[in-house]
């Protein structure tokens, strides 16, 4: 087969194109960090790209709903620990208002204390944060509790549960069920307290204690619940921690490039895009003149 020059200078300018192209390629790579810029460049590559940034953010978007979670649990946990204090020193003024040395003025102030503790427990029913009801279920843009308390029948608390999808498939109670703490009984046995503080009934103010103590159980087995809740929600919150990593190990292996491999490739290609330079300017440098001279 005949070798013409012009065959010599196509080709060579083909491969010139070729190693501009290599080059880069690896200059977008050492740029980006990435070892492909769009999908024609490598599509397998691409499409587990996809599929790996989609579990991330799936995974990411679960974190922010077990903060959600956090968020609720915790808040709801502090408002009853402040509910079993309260209850507690209206016990301490029921066993105080029990003794017989306690004179009517003295029983007066007890009553007023009682009242004031009545009217916090009121208002740690209507605890809000973030514009959201605690106490009040599914119906969290309406305060459960009327403030102020004036008749318990008016008391409406929503009991449905409030669900959040931490994990695939998987959802959590964040709310308390307060009916039994902030309910109708429950202010009732307060009322009826205050009521013997009125009447001096010692028989009466003593059945009080053991109201205002169903009143504390119930408190404490919500809490209980909801720390079992919360237990839970913090071992989710750490699967989530080892799948947020996992993925995005899985996501750079697939895309991230290797600066040592490609810095490598770079300086040994632009070593033969020199020597095709080199060789290529004497290939083609000789024309029709320089065979008459």
Do not use: C
Not at 12 to 41: A, E, V
Not at 103 to 124: F, G, P, S, T, Y
Not at 252 to 273: A, G, W
Request: proline fraction near 2%; charged fraction near 25%.
């Amino acid at each position: 087969m005949r070798v013409t020059q012009s065959m010599l200078s196509n080709n060579m300018l083909r491969n010139l194109s070729n190693s501009y192209s290599n080059l880069g390629t690896y200059m977008d790579q050492l740029t980006t960090g990435k070892k492909i810029n769009r999908p024609s460049d490598d599509p397998v590559v691409a499409v587990k790209g996809m599929d790996f940034r989609s579990q991330l953010m799936q995974v990411e978007q679960y974190q922010r709903n077990t903060n959600e979670v956090h968020n609720w649990m915790d808040n709801s946990d502090e408002s009853l620990d402040q509910a079993t204090q309260a209850l507690q020193r209206l016990r301490e003024l029921a066993v105080q208002a029990s003794n017989d040395t306690y004179d009517d003025e003295e029983r007066i102030n007890i009553k007023k204390e009682a009242e004031q503790l009545k009217q916090h427990l009121v208002d740690i029913a209507n605890t809000n944060v973030n514009g959201k009801y605690l106490f009040n279920g599914t119906k969290t843009d309406v305060a459960p509790v009327p403030n102020p308390l004036v008749d318990t029948n008016t008391i409406a608390i929503d009991t449905n549960s409030v669900n959040i999808e931490v994990s695939s498939g998987i959802q959590i109670n964040a709310n308390v069920k307060a009916d039994t703490i902030f309910g109708k009984d429950a202010f009732d046995r307060i009322d009826s307290f205050i009521t013997a503080l009125d009447s001096g009934s010692q028989a009466d103010i003593q059945s009080s204690i053991d109201a205002i103590d169903e009143n504390i159980t119930n408190v404490i087995n919500a809490r209980a619940d909801l720390g079992a809740r919360m237990n839970r929600i913090d071992l989710i919150d750490n699967r989530l921690g080892s799948q947020e990593i996992s993925a995005t190990q899985m996501m750079s292996e697939n895309e991230d490039i290797d600066y040592e491999e490609v810095i490598t490739k770079l300086m040994t290609q632009e070593s033969v895009h020199r020597a095709a330079l080199s060789a290529g300017s004497r290939i083609i440098q000789p024309t029709l003149l320089d065979f008459l001279r």
